[in-house]
Antibody, heavy 122, light 106 residues
Framework: EVQLVESGGGLVQPGRSLRLSCAASGFTFNDHAMHWVRQGPGKGLEWVAGINWNSYEIEYADSVKGRFTISRDNANKFLYLQMNSLRTEETAWYYC???????????????WGQGTLVTVSS | SYELTQPPSLSVSPGQTASIPCSGDKLGEIYVSWYQQKPGQSPILVLYQDNKRPSGIPERFSGSNSGNTATLTISGTQTMDEADYYCQAWDSGTVTFGGGTKLTVL
């Protein structure tokens, strides 16, 4: 069974940093792109960042470029999101999501974790 | 950046057909996926590559994508289908979501 378990969320002051983790299991992690998606309270889904299977291709939403860094550890099946200079409007549930296999360019997110809540407040 | 537009809400009676549109420039030239999200839950994929259903998704969910509009169709809508639905496209390495449609079944 595919499982994605996020951790690392919590309360953080504006301007500070936080690192999210996503533990993957039940599939060949190093054959899939991975993504982070967030959802503010009462709002829609917002894609944050994506990384391909070998970390050679990384993309970010314009809103986080230069402040957030996505990375992965294929040996231990972990996805990470380093978030710096956090803003109050970035309070949201952060989801880890599994992309398609490396030979599929259709870009769907086939499985999502349960999310971890990040609250940015003073 | 690419934009996808969905109606904020839609109502349908049980047993009827719900059609949720998603529009974007030349959307028919790229693949569209659809997600269902119920309150307090993570999103789940209900359609990918325009009209393919993942394992476990009922046959009443179908999709199409042509021109500037993709459509999620739910035939014989059930009360359990009441949820928020999001379309999504992947273009030039980035993911774009529509704003979401709240489907009410009553």
């Amino acid at each position: 069974e595919v499982q994605l378990v996020e951790s690392g969320g919590g309360l953080v002051q504006p301007g500070r940093s936080l690192r999210l983790s996503c533990a993957a299991s039940g599939f060949t992690f190093n054959d899939h792109a991975m993504h982070w998606v967030r959802q503010g309270p009462g709002k829609g889904l917002e894609w944050v960042a994506g990384i391909n299977w070998n970390s050679y291709e990384i993309e970010y939403a314009d809103s986080v470029k230069g402040r957030f860094t996505i990375s992965r550890d294929n040996a231990n099946k972990f996805l990470y999101l380093q978030m710096n200079s956090l803003r109050t409007e970035e309070t949201a549930w952060y989801y880890c999501a599994k992309g398609p296999p490396s030979d599929d360019s259709s870009g769907y997110l086939g499985k999502w974790g349960q999310g971890t809540l990040v609250t940015v407040s003073s | 950046s690419y934009e996808l537009t969905q109606p904020p809400s839609l109502s349908v009676s049980p047993g009827q057909t719900a059609s949720i549109p998603c529009s974007g420039d030349k959307l028919g030239e790229i693949y569209v996926s659809w997600y269902q999200q119920k309150p307090g839950q993570s999103p789940i994929l209900v359609l990918y590559q325009d009209n393919k259903r993942p394992s476990g998704i009922p046959e009443r969910f179908s999709g199409s994508n042509s021109g500037n509009t993709a459509t999620l169709t739910i035939s014989g809508t059930q009360t359990m289908d009441e949820a928020d639905y999001y379309c999504q496209a992947w273009d030039s390495g980035t993911v774009t979501f529509g704003g979401g449609t709240k489907l009410t079944v009553l």
